[in-house]
């Protein structure tokens, strides 16, 4: 198991940038993918990207943040970060940071979560 904390998100205006960190404890991750979902209210959890922890296999993102947001690492810190840059109104919304041994566009197949941050984006 690993266990995740997020933190970074707060209230931004449209066009803004935000980074979001999620610091990972626990087991090793040589065999994980880490992964970036959102929630917005009354919405499902989507994933926005991921990539494995090792190997360099390409970043999924979803297609509505493609050349907006950048998903990386710092192996030495054992952190992910979400760089957001261009934040709209509609990127509103709880950020949560995942870990599986699996790859998933689904939710419900990840198996370890962050209790997620808030990202408001608003004028």
């Known amino acids: 198991q690993v266990q995740l904390v997020e933190s970074g998100g707060g209230l931004v205006q449209p066009g803004d940038s935000l980074r979001l960190s999620c610091s990972i404890s626990g087991r090793s991750l040589s065999t994980y993918y880490m992964g970036w979902f959102r929630q917005a209210p009354g919405k499902d959890r989507i994933l926005v990207a991921a990539?494995?922890?090792?190997?360099?296999?390409?970043?999924v993102y979803a297609d509505s943040v493609k050349d907006r947001f950048v998903m990386s690492r710092d192996f030495v810190k054992r952190e992910v970060y979400l760089e957001m840059n261009n934040l709209k109104i509609e990127d509103t919304a709880v950020y949560f940071c995942a870990a599986d041994q699996g790859f998933s566009n689904g939710s419900a197949a990840w198996r370890s979560w962050g209790q997620g941050t808030q990202v408001t984006v608003s004028s």
């Open positions: 990539f494995p922890w090792t190997g360099i296999t390409r970043t």
